[in-house]
């Protein structure tokens, strides 16, 4: 899980301001939505402050990348970043104005809040179906297809 993080263009972006998949994953889908994360719990206090960007829904992982584009004192372009990972989130929930995605991972729980508008409400449909595969790969229930090896044949 990453939050608030410096994502080098190269190494985490392209320069057309698209993420840098890993060979094992694939888009789903992306929207550009505002996004707000605060630590979970009674209070509920923010992490960060309601930013702008396109978010990208992969089959391993949540993407933020913000809209403004930073350099760094070293002369570095790049832009901030957050991620998680699909098996670190535990709830999708749509209310009035929002969709709040719960995450629970090495930094504790986190609730991501984003405010869709028209088809963007959509981006995260997947992740809320999915809820029930995540909880039986949590358990050890669902065979790992890729990592039996070919049969011999």
Same mark, same amino acid.
């Given at each position: 899980? &990453? %939050?608030?993080?410096?994502?080098?263009?190269?190494?985490?972006?392209?320069?057309? !301001?698209?993420? %840098?998949l890993?060979?094992?994953? /694939?888009?789903?889908?992306?929207?550009?939505?505002?996004?707000?994360?605060?630590?979970?719990?009674?209070?509920?206090?923010?992490?960060?402050?309601?930013?702008?960007?396109?978010?990208?829904?992969?089959?391993?992982? =949540?993407?933020? @990348?913000d809209?403004?584009w930073?350099?760094?004192?070293?002369? =570095?372009?790049?832009?901030?970043?957050?991620?998680?990972?699909?098996?670190?989130? =535990?709830?999708?929930?749509?209310?009035?104005?929002?969709? %709040?995605?719960?995450?629970?991972?090495?930094?504790?729980?986190?609730?991501?809040?984003? &405010?869709?508008?028209?088809a963007?409400?959509? @981006?995260? !449909?997947?992740?809320?179906?999915?809820?029930?595969?995540? /909880?039986?790969?949590? &358990?050890?229930?669902?065979?790992?297809?890729?990592?039996?090896?070919?049969?011999?044949?």
């Amino acid at each position: 899980m &990453k %939050i608030d993080e410096f994502g080098k263009v190269d190494e985490y972006l392209t320069a057309a !301001n698209e993420p %840098i998949l890993r060979p094992d994953e /694939r888009v789903i889908g992306f929207r550009q939505l505002e996004y707000r994360v605060y630590r979970g719990g009674l209070v509920k206090s923010p992490l960060t402050d309601e930013r702008g960007g396109w978010v990208w829904q992969t089959t391993k992982r =949540v993407l933020h @990348l913000d809209d403004k584009w930073e350099t760094l004192p070293t002369g =570095v372009r790049g832009k901030r970043v957050h991620e998680y990972g699909f098996m670190e989130v =535990v709830d999708v929930v749509w209310q009035r104005r929002a969709v %709040i995605v719960t995450t629970a991972g090495p930094k504790g729980k986190l609730v991501w809040e984003y &405010k869709p508008f028209g088809a963007a409400a959509r @981006l995260f !449909n997947w992740l809320r179906e999915q809820r029930e595969e995540r /909880r039986r790969f949590a &358990k050890g229930e669902v065979e790992r297809v890729y990592e039996k090896g070919k049969s011999a044949g």
